[in-house]
């Protein structure tokens, strides 16, 4: 199965860290796909939905709201995706794209950032959720959040600071607001390097979260079977 990976930022430079880049980490978690790179946040786009199997939207600093020529762009392509019926998966910006492009609303969280683990409650089991898990722990780093659903939506997975944490709108289009594809090491990092914009005291708590289990493994299967059972 061709997966085309939409692009939406470039990994830090002063993270300088072995888990490379951002196209690097989903292969990791999705060993079993050919993966194909577009770097939609350098204006690479593919011309139609159909020039892959399915997609994946990655993360990214920017906002979806906000109004910059490839974010547009990238909003009408996930709706053209939707349309097509391909199979797509969103991943922080990427579930809030999905969120945004298909008549829902992204906003700042009222919390503040969501930084380290944080526990998610599945609410509506799927077949793809295989093996089946009632709690899952990913890793977070995100400020803004789906705050308004679309329309068609059901809401897969919450947690007390993320509501919204997984959703399915129709059978094709799935968010997920944490990071499968990082990993423990990286996430510190990213904590530190953004400390600056925590709340008093939230680096140390969040990175002492990071001593938790975490089921990116698990997700990134789901992931994997999601795309190829549609």
């Known amino acids: 199965m061709l997966l085309g990976l939409l692009i939406c930022d470039h990994a830090r430079l002063e993270l300088n860290h072995p888990d490379g880049s951002y196209p690097e980490m989903f292969r990791r978690i999705l060993p ?35 109004e910059v020529d490839w974010i547009i762009k990238l909003i009408e ?27 829902g609303k992204v906003m700042k969280a009222p919390g503040g950032w969501c930084t380290g683990v944080h526990p998610f409650d599945i609410q509506i089991p799927q077949p793809w959720m295989d093996p089946p898990q009632q709690k899952v722990n990913l890793l977070m780093s995100c400020q803004d959040q789906v705050l308004t659903l679309p329309p068609d939506t059901q809401v897969l997975a919450t947690s007390l600071h993320i509501p919204n944490g997984m959703i399915l709108v129709g ?21 530190r390097i953004n400390a600056q914009y ?4 939230q680096m140390e708590e969040d990175i002492e979260s990071l001593k938790r289990p975490v089921h990116s493994g698990v997700v990134g299967k789901w992931m994997g079977k999601f795309l190829k059972d549609r």
């Not at 709706?79 to 999905?98: A, E, N, T, W, Y």
């Open 171 to 191: 059978r094709n289009m799935l968010g997920i607001q944490g990071h499968p594809e990082f990993s423990v090491d990286f996430e510190e990092n990213l904590i």
């Open 198 to 201: 925590l709340a008093p005291g």
């Open 77 to 103: 392509f996930t709706q053209l995706i939707k349309d097509s019926g391909r199979p797509c998966i969103g991943v922080c910006f990427g579930h809030q794209m999905i969120g945004e492009a298909l008549g």
């Open 32 to 66: 079993d796909f050919e993966i194909r790179d577009y770097y939609v946040c350098d204006g690479a786009f593919p011309a139609s939905p159909d020039e892959c199997d399915g997609w994946l939207i990655s993360g990214s600093r920017n906002s979806v709201y906000e």
